[in-house]
Nanobody
Framework: QVQLVESGGGLVQAGGSLRLSCAAS????????MGWFRQAPGKEREFVAV????????YYADSVKGRFTISRDNAKNTVYLQMNTLKPEDTAVYYC????????????????????WGQGTQVTVSS
């Protein structure tokens, strides 16, 4: 069982930056592949980024590529999402998620792949 708690959300102007954190409970954090998703009002939850167990490989949605960076610190049981050059369309509730499934990249784009979810943190980008 893994419990995930996100933090770091808030209100920021367009062009600004935020860093989200997701702290995980348990002693097996390094065995999980960690992802970030987001959900805007009236829209489906969408994939943002995912990072493999060692942190050496990450994948991103096209909409955030070059602006967002996912990273993890297995010693601290934490995964991060550094968000730069934020846009109003990045406004959403951001969720971290964990899965133990090893698969090809596209599988991690799906919410059903993930076993555990955090409660979410609100990110609002003003224009």
């Amino acid at each position: 069982q893994v419990q995930l708690v996100e933090s770091g959300g808030g209100l920021v102007q367009a062009g600004g930056s935020l860093r989200l954190s997701c702290a995980a409970s348990g002693r097996t954090f390094s065995s999980y592949i960690m992802g970030w998703f987001r959900q805007a009002p009236g829209k489906e939850r969408e994939f943002v980024a995912v990072i493999r167990r060692s942190g050496g490989i990450a994948y991103y949605a096209d909409s955030v590529k070059g602006r967002f960076t996912i990273s993890r610190d297995n010693a601290k049981n934490t995964v991060y999402l550094q968000m730069n050059t934020l846009k109003p369309e990045d406004t959403a509730v951001y969720y971290c998620a964990a899965t133990f499934i090893s698969a090809t990249e596209s599988v991690y784009y799906r919410t059903a792949t993930y076993n555990y979810w955090g409660q979410g943190t609100q990110v609002t980008v003003s224009s």
